[in-house]
């Protein structure tokens, strides 16, 4: 898939999210499974260095991403992008990613999921959580789905709400 494909699809779904929350300040989060993943993650780099691949600026503030069964695009030249600019670094190391990723996996390979977390940090992205997940497939489990839930609850501050 082409980085203007990616890029089309970012843009989208931020038009969405823009048209949803009218203005309003929310604690946005984006995640996915599988090529959902893909996106959360370019989505990721996006906001990190502050524009998409077209160069269009990139508009959320972003919260946290999750990643389930994915990869990363673009992971070669991230790291490039990001050291260039002092802002990139900042937003990189302030936003928190948990990559869930089963290791029988035999659609997304789990040494991808693997890559990915490990280009992230090379990157500068500080907060990177990687679970593996034994004799899971491409699909998944309600233990991950516990495991997100807690993720999101804490990094959006969201502990004992309703």
């Not at 990721?44 to 691949?53: D, H, L, P």
């Given at each position: 898939?082409?980085?203007?494909?990616?890029?089309?699809?970012?843009?989208?779904?931020?038009?969405?999210?823009?048209?949803?929350?009218?203005?309003?300040?929310?604690?946005?989060?984006?995640?996915?499974f599988?090529?959902?993943?893909?996106?959360?993650?370019?989505?990721?780099?996006?906001?990190?260095?502050?524009?998409?691949?077209?160069?269009?600026?990139?508009?959320?503030?972003?919260?946290?991403?999750?990643?389930?069964?994915?990869?990363?695009?673009?992971?070669?030249?991230?790291?490039?992008?990001?050291?260039?600019?002092?802002?990139?670094?900042?937003?990189?190391?302030?936003?928190?990613?948990?990559l869930?990723?089963?290791?029988?996996?035999?659609v997304?390979?789990?040494?991808?999921?693997?890559?990915?977390?490990?280009?992230?940090?090379?990157?500068?992205?500080?907060y990177?959580?990687?679970?593996?997940?034994?004799?899971?497939?491409?699909?998944?489990?309600?233990?991950?789905?516990?495991?997100?839930?807690?993720?999101?609850?804490?990094?959006?501050?969201?502990?004992?709400?309703?």
């Amino acid at each position: 898939m082409s980085s203007f494909c990616i890029d089309e699809i970012d843009i989208y779904l931020e038009d969405l999210l823009c048209l949803t929350i009218n203005y309003v300040i929310v604690k946005v989060a984006v995640g996915g499974f599988s090529m959902g993943a893909a996106i959360a993650l370019y989505s990721a780099t996006c906001f990190a260095i502050g524009r998409y691949g077209n160069g269009i600026p990139y508009p959320v503030n972003l919260r946290t991403v999750v990643g389930l069964s994915g990869w990363l695009p673009g992971s070669r030249s991230l790291r490039n992008k990001i050291e260039v600019s002092h802002e990139a670094r900042r937003r990189a190391t302030s936003l928190p990613i948990l990559l869930c990723h089963g290791i029988s996996d035999d659609v997304i390979l789990y040494k991808y999921g693997e890559k990915s977390a490990q280009s992230l940090c090379s990157a500068g992205f500080r907060y990177v959580a990687f679970k593996s997940y034994d004799g899971l497939g491409h699909y998944t489990i309600p233990r991950e789905m516990d495991e997100v839930c807690t993720w999101l609850s804490s990094k959006l501050g969201l502990e004992g709400s309703s």
